[in-house]
């Protein structure tokens, strides 16, 4: 199983970027994904998930109507676009395989999760 997050970089507020994590050994309609970030001296935070039965999705509030999950089955990848960017969203942003024992009601629990990306670094400054 592996997760491989890229598309991070450095972006004007206001500006948008589409994190990518591709993933195998597993398809990406068979568990939830969630997106996590983590800023300097803070803790990670869930800020997005999208089931695997429903396709339900889930926000953090802080990014609710500025950032959208998705995935491709084609490509077996699951997308974050983020819109409207602010120098509070810089952080290293992971994506996650939900585990077995996943509950959506802690969809933003990095205990839920078992398998992770790298991170890919997300600086939003002028």
């Known amino acids: 199983v592996q997760l491989q997050a890229s598309g991070g970089g450095l972006v004007q507020p206001g500006g948008s970027l589409r994190l990518s994590c591709a993933v195998s050994?597993?398809?990406?309609?068979?568990?939830?994904i969630g997106w996590f970030r983590q800023a300097p001296g803070k803790e990670r935070e869930g800020i997005a998930c999208?089931?695997?039965?429903?396709?339900?999705?889930y926000y953090r509030d802080s990014v609710r109507g500025r950032f959208t999950v998705s995935r491709d089955t084609a490509t077996n990848t699951a997308y974050l676009q983020m819109n409207s960017l602010e120098p509070e969203d810089t952080a290293t942003y992971y994506c996650?395989?939900?585990?077995?024992?996943?509950?959506?009601?802690?969809?933003?629990?990095?205990?839920?999760?078992?398998?992770w990306g790298q991170g890919t670094q997300v600086t939003v400054s002028s």
């Open positions: 050994g597993f398809s990406v309609m068979d568990r939830a």
């Open positions: 999208i089931s695997s039965e429903s396709n339900n999705r």
């Open positions: 996650a395989r939900s585990s077995l024992t996943f509950t959506i009601w802690r969809w933003a629990s990095a205990s839920s999760y078992d398998s």
